[in-house]
Structures are given as C-alpha cells and as structure tokens.
C-alpha cells in the first residue's frame, strides 16, 4: 500500500507539466519589455485558476511581479518559492525556434526555460498536484513570480521591502537539482589608468598605461580576498576583468599609434563569500593598485565601485546544511533519487548573484537555492532535461508536505 506522499506524487500529471512550460516558454518576456508584464498576468491567471489568493504587486519603473498564496489551515511552518520570469534576450547560433517550447524525448527548448522558467513551473506543478491529490496544509505556500532578477533583483527586493515573509525559502534558480547552501555577494567596478605619454623613440621616458593594465589584469584575476571565514568561503571569491580599453588620453584617440598609451580604463566584476564584504574586497583590490603605482612611478591608478541607474547588487547567501529547509530537499532528493543530494557552495553556480541573497540579507529568512536546468543555461538553443524537470517538481513536491505540513483532518485524498 503507497504512504501519502506516494499517493500524492502519484497525481503528478506529467503531460500537463511539460505543456504548461512549453506555454510558458512560448511568452517572449524579455527582461524590462511590456510582453514581461504580459506574461505576469498570464501567471497570476494560471494561479487563479488553481483557487490561490492571487495579486499583482507594483516593482519600480511600472513592473509587476506575481504572489499567490496557498492559505494553510493553521500551526504549520509557511514556505515561500522564488523564481524570475524576465529573460535575456536571444543570441546568435540557435537551431531552433527560440520560442516555440520545442519538446522531445529528452528535453524541453527555448530562450529563459533553463534561466529560469522551469523552475518557475516546478513549484507551480507542485502546488497543482497537491490541490489535485486533495491534501491540506498547515503552513501556507506562498509563490512568487518577479521580474528584475536580471537587473539585480529589483523584483524581489521589492517583495522584500513590501514586507514579504515565511519561514523558509525555496529559490529555483538552475543548479541541476544540486543543494546549493552559499552563493557570492557581487559588485562591478572600474579601474583608471592614467600615465604619462611619450614618441616611441623616447618610451623609456613614458608611463605606459597599457603595459600596467598587463600586468594589473591577470593579478586581479588570481585574487582571494582576506577574512574569508573558511576555505569553502574563500572557494567563491573571484575577481574578473571583462573590459580593457587603452589609447591617448579619456577620448581613447586611436589615431597615432606610435605613441605610448597614457590612460586605460578597465571594467570587471568581483565575488566575494558571505563572512566578506564589498568594503574589504575593494580595500584589498587597492592594495593591488598601490603595488603597481610603486612599480610604475608616476602612474596614477583609481579604483570606483559602479552602481548602474537602476542596478542593484546581489547580497551574498548562506544557510546552515543542519537548517530544517535544507534537511527536507536533502530527505526529499534521496527519496526521488534514490542518492545523497550534492549540497553546499556548488560550483560554477555558487559564482553567480541570486534573489535568495535579497531574501537572506534584506528579509532574515532561512532558504535554499535548489532549481531545474544549469547544463544548458544562457547558450544556443537553451534547454532543460525533461527528467531533471519532472524530478525537481517530485522533490518540491515532498518538501511543501515536510516543511507545511499535511493536515490530516482536513485533507481528501483522492485516488
């Protein structure tokens, strides 16, 4: 005879998962375009349909996100599930429509559904396939659907200082079913390289600003920085410069390449671990800059922290492996899977910025970032494993009936 979590899973409606995301993918929400505000109100529909108490709640520059809520029936731990619905656009090299929910035998296409709208429709399949099995809950499940994620995570952070609260978290974003338990906080900086110009016929005379961003970048690059609390901190550190540029003066004159570069700009990104802050990252990427001045005399090196209009910064993550959110997707993926669930600061996502860093700096809530897709994330033709799919919705599914709880006066199991 099945136990009820069993039963429950048995009403999984596998086909309607897939075309249900398929729908999803279909939406071309482009991040900050008016076909994202499209998609929101189709959600907020869906979810409607489903009986949850549904609203559209307002994100700066005239966004909406998405919050539904399963009301519990009372004494039992309340879970909220987070995933953004804006994606980044299209880029060269797909072989396939881009849009068209394209599904095979193996997997499920298009732009945004590894990054990140599986995961959206993994916590609302969950959701349905518990309403349809009859259950219950105590605790309330809260699902939110926001946008903005791509610019910092606007959306949640609005959520967040509307006052948003549970329990614990479920952040979806792609991490191929893996626990991932810390993620790094982030910043973007840029770096001024002035120096001091001459002819080449007299460049030992000169400060060559390009000859110092030659040596600076591979130096950033390798950087750890201090006060990390463990090794496993220091493991997410990382400094990358994406941007150089190097001329004749802040106009960057290209024209007369005979004479040495007196200024160079340089533009990165920074990683630093939750125990760090932004503050001591830049103390120690000027310690950096201070070694090149003495090496380059008469080179003036400026170090800023760029803050784009609109732009927030993604705070660092963490959560205690013993923390009763963790220990249920840890019990629920053995159950699924049959294996211990890889958890902790998963690499190469543990490097990217995620709403649960809002939701863990700016809410104080215990949460795990746990989601579908990651393989095959950002690239030409975009996908995501039919099976990772259907097992991340049986694990959300497990993990709503541990943490909420199931009423059992209350409940109607349907066969």
């Known amino acids: 005879m099945q136990n009820l979590p069993e039963q429950v899973l048995s009403h999984l409606d596998e086909d309607y998962c897939l075309d249900i995301l398929s729908q999803m993918v279909q939406h071309k929400s482009y991040s900050q375009t008016e076909e994202e505000k499209t998609l ?3 959600t907020a529909n869906k979810l409607e349909d489903l009986g949850l108490a549904t609203e559209l709640t307002p994100v700066p520059n005239d966004r909406i996100n998405v919050v539904a809520t399963l009301k519990g029936t009372g004494k039992g731990k309340s879970l909220l599930f987070n995933g953004h619905l804006d994606t980044n656009p299209v880029s060269e090299g797909w072989t396939l429509d881009p849009w068209s929910g394209k599904v095979d035998d193996k997997f499920i296409y298009g732009i945004g559904v590894s990054n990140m709208k599986a995961g959206d429709c993994a916590y609302f399949c969950a959701v349905k396939t518990i309403l349809n099995a009859g259950i219950k809950l105590k605790g309330d499940v809260i699902l939110t659907f926001v946008v903005g994620e791509l610019q910092g995570g606007v959306g949640t952070h609005a959520l967040v200082s509307q006052g948003i609260k549970a329990d614990y978290f479920v952040n979806s974003e792609p991490t191929d ?24 016929s007299k460049r030992e005379e000169a400060v060559d600003a390009v000859a110092a961003a030659c040596v600076l970048v591979p130096r950033l690059n390798a950087m750890k920085f201090s006060g990390a609390p463990s090794i496993q901190h220091e493991a997410i550190n990382r400094v990358n410069v994406g941007i150089v540029h190097g001329a004749l003066g802040k106009d960057f004159h290209e024209w007369r390449p005979a004479q040495v570069a007196d200024f160079a700009k340089l533009k990165g990104s920074g990683r630093y671990a939750p125990g760090q802050t932004q503050g001591s990252a830049i103390k120690d990427m000027q310690v950096q800059l201070d070694r090149l001045e003495q090496e380059f005399p008469g080179l003036k090196a400026t170090l800023t922290v760029q803050k784009d209009n609109g732009r927030l910064s993604m705070p660092a993550f963490e959560v205690s492996k013993e923390s009763p959110i963790v220990q249920a997707i840890n019990a629920a993926y053995k159950n699924v899977r049959g294996e211990d669930q890889p958890t902790g600061a998963i690499l190469p996502p543990a490097f990217y910025g995620t709403d649960a860093g809002h939701l863990y700096a700016g ?18 033709d975009e996908r995501v494993d039919i099976k990772d799919y259907l097992d991340m919705i049986r694990i959300y599914i497990l993990t709503i009936l541990t943490i909420c709880e199931v009423d059992q006066e209350t409940s109607r199991l349907t066969a």
């Open 177 to 200: 079913l893996k626990a991932m338990t810390m993620h790094a906080g982030s910043f973007n900086f840029e770096i001024e390289l002035l120096g001091n110009t001459r002819h080449l």
């Open 40 to 42: 929101a109100r189709w």
């Open 363 to 380: 809410a104080g809530m215990e949460g795990i970032v746990c989601g579908p897709g990651g393989r095959y994330n950002t690239m030409p």
